[in-house]
């Protein structure tokens, strides 16, 4: 097998990728931070919908004429 510019596990024939590509492909740059199960990707997503729909509805309830907050 021909050189490859990284030993990339599942690499069959290196393309000599640009170093961004490279870097993306082999998780250079991510965050550190765990990937979240699918229950808690629904859970945030249900908690950050309920928060922006309760903001909504706080802010159709305040008073238009003046700055007072109904």
Same mark, same amino acid.
């Given at each position: 097998?021909?050189?490859?510019?990284?030993?990339?596990?599942?690499?069959?024939?290196?393309?000599?990728?640009?170093?961004?590509?490279?870097?993306?492909?082999?998780?250079?740059?991510?965050?550190?931070?765990?990937?979240?199960?699918?229950? #808690?990707?629904?859970?945030?997503?249900?908690?950050?919908? *309920? #928060?922006?729909? #309760?903001?909504?509805? *706080? #802010?159709?309830?305040?008073?238009?004429?003046? *700055?007072?907050?109904?």
């Amino acid at each position: 097998m021909e050189e490859k510019k990284h030993p990339c596990p599942d690499c069959q024939f290196c393309q000599w990728c640009s170093d961004i590509r490279c870097a993306a492909c082999l998780g250079h740059g991510r965050s550190s931070k765990k990937k979240l199960s699918m229950a #808690e990707q629904i859970e945030l997503y249900e908690k950050v919908n *309920r #928060e922006y729909a #309760e903001k909504k509805a *706080r #802010e159709a309830s305040a008073c238009t004429s003046c *700055r007072c907050k109904k």
